[in-house]
């Protein structure tokens, strides 16, 4: 029997918690919002009102937002349906919290912790049963109102009546595209997204010492490839080494042994000395790439050559369609070989991650593009390329075949998808309707 969300209690007011009430406001959800302080709380008013770029989109629906503080007004949060946990990305945080506004809520609620990676098994270990049957991660990305992904992860005792309910709710009120996925180390998006580009910061130095600039990498790693313009090394700087670098060190602790992203998890050379540096990207300045401002109201963008490790002045390049787009992973030059690495490398990874991090094909795909920008996901990408020239591909280098690409080759498939979409091929060898979005 689905769960009514008539009202949500966010309890967190930074940048996400802020995101998530301003978007619940917006949609004239009565929105509780608790914070650690007044100064606090009224701070993420402030930032919900009139934020870059504000977390509502008309100032006068914040009226449906009511401002408390932990301490004083926890016990409010009986008269929510849907209380909703986006306190800072510490476990042992999140776990006090959750002891403390267990007792609290009201029978029937739906509860959910907001993280990006913390594993929802952790957060509820030895927590009493019914807050493991009512609780779900879900995984707003940052901008909340902007991005279209959500991520929605059951644990082990979460029953299905609350992903069903939270699902419709995100789905049709929020507006959301809500993906399924499994209680795993960084879920979907961020797990092959941050594979692509921990990975791509190794493969490139490769590149870069066979003769590519720095530009020719970030133009092969764009727009042209369906992927979002900044490039690698721009979308690198868009983040932050430092939130890079702890991303590895969780997927150091997290991953399998055997998984393929634990080779990349920590910096290469070049690049750790950065961090060291503190030339971290966009928040300090200068990261890979840096803007120079002068007097006359002119720029300059400069870019941090890795090989020699000097700044210069950016080079304008481009690429010839043989040599940019997903079928110059097939080149043999050195751009289509830094193509086939990472790129195809990290569709090689998403074929071998169904069922443990999502139960079908369709849900990474669309994290992938609705979380990433991508223009395709993985395996639509892959049926563009046309699979059977992928295997032969891994075949003729004498590699094995991941789960999905098997699959395909075992029934004799030849696309992931058929009918435009409207099916797809399951782990079980069979097509199935593609879900609506």
């Known amino acids: 029997m689905a769960r009514e969300i008539n009202s949500v209690a966010v309890i967190g007011g930074g940048t996400m918690g802020s995101g998530i009430a301003g978007l619940c406001a917006q949609k004239d959800i009565t929105v509780l919002l608790l914070e650690v302080s007044h100064e606090a709380a009224k701070l993420a008013l402030d930032r919900i009102k009139s934020g ?157 010492n066979k003769g590519l600039s720095m530009e020719q990498v970030d133009a092969q790693l764009s727009a042209p490839m369906g992927l979002p313009p900044t490039g690698l090394f721009g979308l690198v700087d868009l983040i932050g080494l430092d939130v890079m670098h702890l991303v590895g060190k969780n997927l150091a602790y997290n991953l399998p042994a055997s998984d393929p992203g634990v080779a990349f998890n920590t910096f290469p050379e070049s690049i750790h000395a950065m961090l060291e540096r503190g030339q971290l990207g966009r928040k300090t300045g200068a990261g890979f790439y840096r803007i120079n401002k002068f007097d006359d109201g002119s720029r300059k963008t400069e870019v941090f050559d890795l090989v020699s490790g000097n700044w210069r002045e950016v080079e304008k390049t481009s690429l010839d369609n043989a040599h940019s787009g997903p079928r110059s992973m097939f080149e ?80 004799g498939a030849e696309t992931f998808y058929r009918h435009g979409g409207l099916r797809y091929l399951g782990l079980d060898g069979q097509y199935h309707s593609t879900p609506p979005e």
């Open 52 to 208: 870059r770029p504000p977390a509502i989109n008309d100032p006068a629906k914040a009226e449906h937002i009511i401002l408390g503080t932990i301490d004083d007004d926890l016990e409010k949060i009986a008269e929510y349906d849907w209380v909703c946990e986006a306190v800072v990305e510490d476990l042992h945080t999140k776990r006090d919290l959750f002891k403390r506004l267990e007792p609290l809520r009201k029978d029937g609620s739906i509860v959910s912790t907001n993280t990006s990676g913390i594993p929802l098994r952790d957060v509820t270990n030895g927590m009493p049963k019914r807050l493991r049957c009512d609780i779900a991660v879900t995984h707003f990305f940052n901008p909340v109102k902007l991005m279209k992904l959500l991520e929605l992860i059951p644990g082990k005792d979460t029953t299905p009546d609350v992903i069903e309910s939270l699902g419709k709710f995100c789905r049709e009120t929020l507006g959301k595209g809500v993906v399924n996925a499994k209680d795993t180390v960084n879920f979907i998006g961020n797990r092959i997204g941050c594979y692509w580009m921990l990975r791509g910061l190794h493969d490139a130095e490769c590149s870069l």
């Open 332 to 411: 043999n030059d050195e751009a289509g070989k830094l193509a086939w690495r990472i790129m195809g490398g990290t569709l090689i990874y998403a074929a071998d991650l169904v069922p443990e991090i999502a139960d079908n094909i369709v849900n990474i795909d669309r994290a992938m593009k609705w979380g990433y920008g991508w223009s395709e996901g993985p395996f639509e990408m892959m049926d563009t390329l046309i699979p059977e020239k992928i295997i032969e591909k891994l075949l003729n280098e004498g590699r094995s075949l991941p789960k999905m690409l098997r699959v395909l080759q075992d029934v």
